[in-house]
């Protein structure tokens, strides 16, 4: 099967993905929450929706923001870190904005940091001035640099952002950290965030004004269902009348409750949406407050 003409008739949503890395097998998994399925051509850069008129180009991450600014695709998954780069990159180029930020969507987590060698003595930012950064974000870390009014060198790279130091390069390094082992590995140490980072539905900034509208909507829809449900579960319980006051104290993450009498006594029956974790130790003080017949189920679907 191949690729579609991209100038074809937009009744379609195309959302672009990674084809490998960190972010691919959970973007695919967050879509396929949504009821999307597909069938991948065999050359595996696209995927055919067939649940839904809902395709997935299979692509290089720093290649989804470009993507949706030439219109060759919709939607993307992408970090924020590589949609900010390039945010920063069109405006310092002076370029229409041509997409944003739709969603947060929860995973891929990681932080774009300064990280200088570890045998430095830390203070404050005002170290910085006179100093040659390393990094793969220069957008990013120029547009910091010029809020904190402080005068540096940026050694753009494409990779081994953390060996430069050590190759006399630069003094220190701006990159994206996840556990904080490679800057280790390099007798380096984080002393700053700069951005804080996760995986992010991305789309344009103008919206959509054919068929793909009225998909998009239906897609975040489901998406926010999906992510709201997160560590969900459902509670069920009976509890007095007197002590629901407390209960509820205790379950600050609960949306309002169903409480139904039971026989006509002050004795009810409640049933509520907790979007926390659902501890032992939760379930123990909510025994403690009077609750009684303690009931957790998981929630597999939530359309609002």
Same mark, same amino acid.
């Given at each position: 099967m191949s690729l579609p003409a991209l100038t074809a008739v937009r009744e379609r949503l195309r959302i672009a993905i990674q084809k490998s890395g960190r972010l691919s097998d959970p973007a695919r998994a967050l879509l396929a929450s949504c009821g999307l399925s597909w069938r991948e051509?065999? +050359?595996?850069?696209?995927c055919y929706g067939e649940s839904l008129p809902v395709d997935l180009l299979l692509v290089r991450d720093d290649d989804i923001p470009r993507l949706i600014a030439d219109g060759a695709c919709d939607l993307g998954i992408v970090g924020r870190n590589v949609l900010a #780069?390039?945010?920063?990159?069109? #405006?310092?180029?002076?370029?229409?904005?041509a997409f944003r930020e739709w969603r947060a969507l929860g995973f891929g987590a990681c932080r774009l940091d300064l990280a200088?060698? #570890? +045998?430095?003595?830390?203070?404050?930012?005002?170290?910085?001035?006179?100093?040659?950064?390393?990094?793969?974000?220069?957008?990013?870390?120029?547009?910091w640099l010029d809020t904190q009014g402080i005068d540096?060198?940026?050694?753009?790279?494409?990779?081994?952002? #953390?060996?430069?130091?050590?190759?006399?390069?630069?003094?220190?390094?701006?990159?994206?950290?996840?556990s904080g082992a490679t800057l280790a590995a390099?007798?380096?140490?984080?002393?700053?965030?700069?951005?804080q980072s996760e995986?992010?539905?991305?789309?344009?900034?103008k919206p959509f004004t054919d068929a793909r509208a009225e998909l998009a909507a239906l897609l975040l829809r489901r998406m926010d269902g999906v992510l709201r449900l997160k560590d969900s579960k459902l509670l069920l319980f009976q509890a007095q009348r007197q002590t629901l006051p407390a209960l509820m104290k205790l379950l600050p993450d609960a949306e309002p409750p169903t409480v139904m009498p039971v026989d006509g006594t002050d004795t009810l029956a409640l049933q509520a949406l907790c979007h926390g974790v659902m501890t032992w130790q939760r379930l123990e003080d909510l025994k403690h407050a009077g609750a009684c017949g303690l009931m957790v189920l998981p929630v597999e679907r939530m359309l609002a």
């Open positions: 051509s065999r +050359d595996r850069l696209f #780069e390039q945010v920063s990159g069109r #405006e310092s180029s002076q370029l229409v904005p200088v060698p #570890e +045998d430095w003595i830390w203070r404050d930012a005002s170290q910085l001035a006179g100093m040659r950064i390393a990094t793969s974000y220069p957008g990013l870390l120029e547009q540096a060198q940026i050694v753009p790279l494409t990779g081994s952002v #953390e060996i430069a130091p050590k190759l006399g390069q630069a003094d220190l390094v701006c990159d994206l950290v996840s390099n007798q380096l140490k984080p002393v700053l965030t700069l951005l995986a992010v539905l991305a789309g344009p900034v």
